[in-house]
């Protein structure tokens, strides 16, 4: 079993970027490290801010924490049912080939 994880990340306009990252990275840390655009992650990953938006895919479970939940009613406008923020996505074997979808804007 490996320890890196390839997943992707598509912008609103299509681009896709490909990265790899460690097992129990988070995928706000796996963005970062790789320069993906659009995520900005302003309070780096203390879930104290909502510039780590995502919409995830299929497979990753709704935001459960309060804290999640209260920052991402920052992104409202932007916000969906599958949105999450991405430093509370932690990498696992799971996630292989998953794809992130950026919104427009981070607010």
Known sequence: ???EIN???RTADGEVFRVSAA???TVMEAA???DVPGIEAECGGACACATCHVYAPEGVGPAEDEYEQDMLDFA???RRANS???CQIELEPA???AVF???RMQI
């Open 95 to 97: 996630l292989e080939g």
């Open 101 to 103: 979808q950026l919104p």
């Open 1 to 3: 079993m490996t320890d």
């Open 23 to 25: 097992r129990g990275t």
């Open 84 to 86: 999450r923020l991405s």
């Open 76 to 78: 409202a406008d932007e």
């Open 32 to 34: 970062i490290m790789n």
């Open 7 to 9: 997943i992707s990340f």
